[in-house]
T-cell receptor
Framework: DAKTTQPPSMDCAEGRAANLPCNHSTISGNEYVYWYRQIHSQGPQYIIHGLKNNETNEMASLIITEDRKSSTLILPHATLRDTAVYYCIVRVANSGAGSYQLTFGKGTKLSVIP | ETGVTQTPRHLVMGMTNKKSLKCEQHLGHNAMYWYKQSAKKPLELMFVYNFKEQTENNSVPSRFSPECPNSSHLFLHLHTLQPEDSALYLC???????????????FGPGTRLLVL
């Protein structure tokens, strides 16, 4: 699976949009971009995933560049409860043996400030 | 609530003890996972079960012994652990570890283990 690079930490004012970048310059054509987050002392939580097109759900939006070498997770109106470590993961879908693993890096620690 | 529960939430054990961690998923999934998260380290995959069969063991020491009696339950049996095994142990499940293509893993809250 392709390696990802994320800033170690970011701050965001409450009520503002939080834009979390991720670089995945070695991504392959069949690799998806996933975002998970982990609130302190809890298990990781799935947020969103995408392949080529931008995606939106009730939690966030995912913007993937045309060359797919980077993406941005957008939390449109950050709240204090969004303070967490956000992980960007790229992974091949349905690749058979060895496809189960989600490789978590160090992620971005997002602090939402009142 | 993710539909994945883990018990106990906290556990303190000595190096000579034997204990078990339990995970249960209420999502109808067929794949279950154990992850380990040590302080200031990324999550590490330990074991994968798909349709009750172990399909992956990431070079985990034999003092950790998984058991998957059915698709809804997963255990991690612990014996003669070391202090460096102290960590957050996370269970996850997904629809199908092989055939579902793009799939989401749902995590439990974890068991915080301290080995003295």
């Amino acid at each position: 699976d392709a390696k990802t690079t994320q800033p170690p930490s970011m701050d965001c004012a409450e009520g503002r949009a939080a834009n979390l970048p991720c670089n995945h310059s070695t991504i392959s054509g069949n690799e998806y971009v996933y975002w998970y987050r982990q609130i302190h002392s809890q298990g990781p939580q799935y947020i969103i995933h995408g392949l080529k097109n931008n995606e939106t759900n009730e939690m966030a939006s995912l913007i993937i560049t045309e060359d797919r070498k980077s993406s941005t997770l957008i939390l449109p109106h950050a709240t204090l409860r969004d303070t967490a470590v956000y992980y960007c993961i790229v992974r091949v879908a349905n690749s058979g043996a060895g496809s189960y693993q989600l490789t978590f890096g160090k992620g971005t620690k997002l602090s939402v400030i009142p | 609530e993710t539909g994945v529960t883990q018990t106990p939430r906290h556990l303190v054990m000595g190096m000579t003890n034997k204990k078990s961690l339990k995970c249960e998923q209420h999502l109808g999934h067929n794949a279950m996972y154990w992850y380990k998260q040590s302080a200031k380290k990324p999550l590490e995959l330990m074991f994968v079960y798909n349709f009750k069969e172990q399909t992956e063991n990431n070079s985990v020491p034999s003092r950790f012994s998984p058991e998957c009696p059915n698709s809804s339950h997963l255990f991690l049996h612990l014996h003669t652990l070391q202090p460096e095994d102290s960590a957050l142990y996370l269970c996850a499940s997904s629809q199908d570890g092989v055939l579902a293509g793009v799939e989401t893993q749902y995590f439990g809250p974890g068991t915080r283990l301290l080995v003295l």
